[in-house]
């Protein structure tokens, strides 16, 4: 299983961006889905989570301003980021819940993508 992940880059404070990432390989079906970031010098944290019914948790500090989403026919995740800021600063990593074709349950990450939010 691969998550290849984009849309990162370089945004002034206030504006948006669009995080994608997509699972391929032997994917069967894929439960809880969700973005994680990792600011220089910090632990990662976790920023959203969507599970495969559409239910959705986010980290206080993006509540408002990110909005995650999927398209489980896609086996694709979206994070929209909007009025960012410059502590959103981070790179920014997908993960994956997945039961594979022959039925292991794989924990998976994307490789990330940095996001820099800065005048």
């Known amino acids: 299983v691969q998550l290849q992940a984009s849309g990162g880059g370089l945004v002034q404070p206030g504006g948006s961006l669009r995080l994608s990432c997509v699972a391929s390989g032997s994917v069967l079906s894929i439960n809880d889905m969700g973005w994680y970031r990792q600011a220089p010098g910090k632990q990662r944290e976790l920023v959203a989570v969507i599970t495969s019914g559409g239910s959705t948790n986010y980290a206080d500090s993006v509540k408002g301003r990110f909005t995650i989403s999927r398209d489980n026919a896609k086996n694709t995740v979206y994070l929209q980021m909007n009025s960012l800021k410059p502590e959103d600063t981070a790179v920014y990593y997908c993960?994956?819940?997945?039961?594979?074709?022959?039925?292991?349950?794989?924990?998976?990450w994307g490789q990330g993508t940095l996001v820099t939010v800065s005048s």
């Open positions: 993960n994956a819940k997945v039961r594979t074709t022959d039925w292991r349950l794989v924990d998976s």
